[in-house]
């Protein structure tokens, strides 16, 4: 499409918001500088930005195409697609393109920037791939959406456990030159969710989507489907066999809070143990019986409502009793001005030690007090990721608090 054509169909506007950090993707780049520009027209420099004291850029507001263009299937592209360069001191340059942006949404682009050396000086590019909902892609092989499991097999849960990181595998299982990327389980639902849904549905099909998203990835963790093949790898990238990662995609804040509410949840159907492996294709391209169809949710139904109209009178929505490589579990209540406590105090160490990677932070004593000082600690942490700013430590507040503390505290201790 040609610039002129694509800005005649960006008729309305959404965000980008641009987040630099380490490789390893906790600790903050300040002072980055970004050239943002239309990925068909890359020359074209159309926003000058720069990091803060947190990595972190204003929000950007952009042309996108109309909202109805991703309400429904439609022959045109329901996304605008963007391309940024990232320079930073002692970092290596990285080129990013195909970053989408929905109207009335906020794209998050997360920038991981590797250390320059001698040996590796060159620019690193990255490419992201069309959404499976508009480009051409293998639909799923149907699979039973219960497997089998026996006691003498290397199947060792005896429970559903929220698992810290996936392993996912670049390519179709049989690929052995594809990469293998370690990926935070919560940022592998993130990034399948935006591969694969657009963050303008409503909020009750972003939840049936993102819940089959997750309980599909728990059935491969639970049943160890690809460890038990021979494979050392959790899931896949190919369409085919599995769900589409795409390495290094930005990601929706509206997909991004849902996941942080749900992630513990999976599907389950009574007297079966692991989570069901739930299968769904777009519904319109690609149909299929029994299976969610990703498109229904304009028409006021709930999510358990969506989810039942395709799997089932008899699906229902579990939560995991246990998240893996986190310290202690949510307290089951909110902490706010005025609390005190064992549960006070940890999080204020948490949020101490966090506030020496992103000094934006306040730093606190802890005491075990939930006091003045401690709220606008709260606040800042919940501003710098992507949480309601509410100064109050709920549930997403609390596994967020303790996700990033655990992976500075890791990180401190390699270096």
């Known amino acids: 499409m040609s610039n002129l054509s694509y800005m005649q169909k960006a008729t309305d506007r959404g965000q980008l918001k641009i987040h630099v950090t380490t490789e390893r993707g906790f600790f903050p780049i300040k002072d980055a500088s970004i050239r943002l520009s239309y990925t068909g027209n890359p020359t074209e420099i159309i926003e000058e930005l720069s990091t803060d004291i947190s990595g972190q850029t204003a929000a950007v507001e952009l042309p996108a195409p ?3 263009y991703s309400m429904e299937p439609s022959e045109f592209q329901p996304y605008s ?4 360069q990232v320079n930073a001191s002692g970092y290596r340059p990285i080129n990013i393109s195909g970053i989408s942006v929905l109207p009335d949404k906020t794209s998050i682009q997360n920038v991981r920037m590797e250390t320059a050396t001698v040996e590796n000086p060159l620019e690193r590019n990255i490419v992201i791939t069309a959404n499976t909902l508009y480009g051409n892609f293998p639909p799923k092989i149907p699979e039973d959406e219960i497997k089998p499991m026996t006691e003498s097999g290397e199947i060792v849960l005896s429970r559903v456990v929220i698992p810290e990181y996936v392993i996912v595998h670049d390519g179709p299982p ?15 639902i993130k990034n399948v969710a935006s591969s694969e849904i657009y963050s303008t549905w409503p909020d ?4 049936a989507n993102i819940l089959a998203i997750m309980s599909f990835t728990l059935n491969r963790v639970y049943t160890e489907w690809y460890r038990n ?4 790898f959790t899931i896949t990238t ?17 997909i991004s809070d849902v996941v942080e509410e749900m992630f513990q949840n999976y599907l389950s159907r009574p007297n079966v143990r692991q989570p069901i492996l739930t299968q769904y294709c777009d519904g319109q391209r690609v149909t299929c019986s029994n299976w969610l169809s990703q498109y229904l949710g304009d028409q006021n139904y709930e999510t358990i409502e969506i989810l039942r109209y395709y799997y089932g009178d008899n699906m229902f929505i579990n939560t995991a009793e246990e998240i893996s490589g986190i310290p202690a579990s949510w307290p089951r209540y909110n902490l706010e001005v005025g609390a005190a406590g064992d549960k006070v105090r940890q999080i204020q160490e948490q949020l101490a030690r966090i506030s ?13 007090i939930y006091g003045e000082a401690t709220r606008a600690a709260v606040e800042k942490f919940q501003s710098i990721f992507g949480l309601p700013v509410t100064g109050v430590v709920d549930y ?8 990033i503390y655990v992976a500075v505290t890791r990180i401190a201790e390699l270096v």
């Open 356 to 368: 020496q990677a992103y000094p934006a932070i306040p730093t606190i004593t802890p005491d075990g």
């Open 229 to 232: 093949k021979g494979y050392n």
């Open 238 to 254: 190919s369409t085919a066999y599995d769900q589409k990662f795409v390495y290094g995609r930005n990601i929706f804040q509206s």
């Open 204 to 207: 009750s099909t972003l939840r």
């Open 81 to 84: 697609e963007y391309t940024i």
């Open 66 to 68: 109309p909202l109805e």
């Open 396 to 403: 997403r507040t609390w596994y967020k608090i303790s996700e």
């Open 174 to 188: 049989s690929d052995s030159s594809a990469n293998d990327y370690y990926v935070r389980y919560r940022d592998y």
